[in-house]
């Protein structure tokens, strides 16, 4: 059966400074996995998505993430947080892109 | 960009009322998806929706729940008698292919309050 945990239900950094967002998967098959933001009254929107062609993955507004088999994770990161990144976040496992697993979210909170 | 609408935003009921929820997917969509958020809860899968039939669902998705596509371009989620519990976020989603991987795109969803 697949999974995901994120691991932060809330992180929050200043403006400038690196994110990292936490997520760990599990799966029988080898998945894929996405990351999704949701600003406030907004729907879902892809950030990025793993294809197995390439280990880091870059997605939009500076995002990118590592798929690490050996530790299951699939962690968020961006240099440099900017105020229009505070937003819900999740992590998501697929075995068949069909049924999506959704993770419980991080809020991001930004401060100036 | 094309995206997915849904409508409305905010829909109130009684316990025991039915609901529609509605959703006009990306036009050239084949394969389409509900899912709920409870208030402080996770995104939960509910149902996909292919070729006129259900392809999968989960055990959150039982008879009181029912989806139709009733012409080409909506879809919808409906709720038989709404309980108190069915208060959520409901969001409608929608992909072109199959490919393992292809993303699924979200509308902003419709948050249902049973009183």
């Known amino acids: 059966a697949q999974s995901v945990t994120q691991l932060d239900s809330h992180v929050s950094v200043s403006e400038g400074t690196p994110v990292l967002l936490r997520c760990n998967y599990s799966?029988?098959?080898?998945?894929?996995l996405f990351w999704y933001v949701q600003h406030p009254n907004k729907g879902l929107q892809l950030l990025l998505k793993?294809?197995?062609?390439?280990?880091l993955v870059k997605g939009i507004n500076g995002f990118e993430a590592e798929f690490k088999k050996s530790e299951t994770s699939f962690h968020l990161t961006k240099p440099s947080a900017h105020m229009s990144d505070a937003a819900e976040y999740f992590c998501?496992?697929?075995?068949?892109?069909?049924?999506?697993?959704f993770g419980a979210g991080t809020r991001l909170t930004v401060k100036p | 960009e094309p995206e997915v609408t849904q409508t409305p935003s905010h829909q109130v009921t009684q316990m025991g009322q039915e609901v529609i929820l509605h959703c006009v997917p990306i036009?050239?969509?084949?394969?389409f998806y509900w899912y709920r958020q409870i208030l402080g809860q996770k995104v939960e899968f509910l149902v996909s929706?292919?070729?006129?039939?259900?392809?999968?669902k989960s055990e959150i998705f039982d008879d009181q729940f029912s989806v139709e596509r009733p012409d080409g371009s909506n879809f919808t989620l409906k709720i038989r008698s709404t309980k108190l519990e069915d208060s959520a976020m409901y969001f409608c989603?929608?992909?072109?292919?199959?490919?393992?991987?292809?993303?699924?795109?979200f509308g902003p969803g419709t948050r249902l309050t049973v009183l």
């Open positions: 799966s029988s098959y080898s998945p894929s």
């Open positions: 998501v496992v697929s075995e068949n892109n069909n049924d999506m697993r």
């Open positions: 793993y294809t197995s062609a390439a280990t």
């Open positions: 989603a929608s992909r072109d292919t199959w490919g393992s991987y292809n993303e699924q795109f």
């Open positions: 036009s050239n969509h084949l394969y």
């Open positions: 929706f292919y070729n006129n039939e259900i392809s999968e």
